[in-house]
């Protein structure tokens, strides 16, 4: 069965532009969530998305946003992109249900902003 | 909300000894507590993981322990080889939310 699949796996932007990344999820996982993953910050939880419903939210500013199609795809867009959002950013998916949690991750975006 | 510290940053061991992480966190409610390996320019991977009804799994050369009352979990690799080098993360999910919360990560060499 396929794995969770990201796209683009590597974008170059420009600070000020916006971009959106693509996740999709394991057939069946109906949850997915987005990571940015950094040297000296290890694996921060950006949101995660239910049944076409952000569920929980991290601390990251508004510029982050995301979406969940009813094929449970999920869109992460960040915009007026700065320096520091130079990331790999990861996403997970899951069944999503109390004892059936097992999330598996994608193999990532990396975005540099120049 | 839930927090995780997960110890040493590095840990360098020569083949074939063991190497042991551990991890502390703070949300008592939390039940549910993998452990993924990341290999350089690859995804994170799940290695083992380990439910709040149990104190200990052992999958081949890797086991996970979970205390509930001191709140720590530890990851064991007996006999490690050299592929086995990686950054290692441990997690905690929040009961309430389903959220998984990561620690710092450990990277582990293992020397030939």
């Known amino acids: 069965k396929a794995g969770v699949t990201q796209t683009p796996r590597y974008l170059i932007k420009t600070r000020g532009q916006q971009v959106t990344l693509s996740c999709s999820p394991i057939?069946?996982?109906?949850?997915v969530s987005w990571y940015q993953q950094t040297p000296g910050q290890g694996l921060q939880f950006l949101f995660e998305?239910?049944?076409?419903?952000?569920?929980n939210k991290g601390n990251f500013p508004g510029r982050f946003s995301g979406r969940q199609f009813s094929n449970s795809r999920s869109e992460m867009n960040v915009s007026t992109l700065e320096l520091g959002d130079s990331a790999l950013y990861l996403c997970?998916?899951?069944?999503?249900?109390?004892?059936?949690?097992?999330?598996?991750f994608g193999q990532g975006t990396r975005l540099t902003v120049v | 909300g839930e927090n995780v510290e997960q110890h040493p940053s590095t840990l360098s061991v020569q083949e074939g000894d063991s190497a042991v992480i551990k991890c502390t966190y703070s949300?008592?409610?939390?039940?549910?507590f993998p452990w993924y390996k990341q290999e350089l320019g690859k995804r994170p991977q799940l290695i083992i993981d380990?439910?709040?009804?149990?104190g200990e799994k052992k999958d081949q050369r890797i086991a996970v322990t979970l205390n509930k009352t001191a709140k720590h979990f530890s990851l064991h690799i007996t006999e490690t080889q050299p592929e086995d080098s990686a950054v290692y993360f441990c997690?905690?999910?929040?009961?309430?939310?389903?959220?998984?919360?990561f620690g710092s990560g450990t990277r582990l060499l293992v020397r030939p």
């Open positions: 997970a998916s899951s069944w999503g249900r109390t004892g059936d949690t097992e999330a598996f």
């Open positions: 997690a905690a999910q929040e009961a309430s939310s389903y959220k998984l919360i």
């Open positions: 998305y239910f049944s076409e419903t952000q569920r």
């Open positions: 057939s069946g996982h109906r949850s």
């Open positions: 949300d008592s409610a939390s039940n549910y």
């Open positions: 380990i439910r709040s009804n149990v």
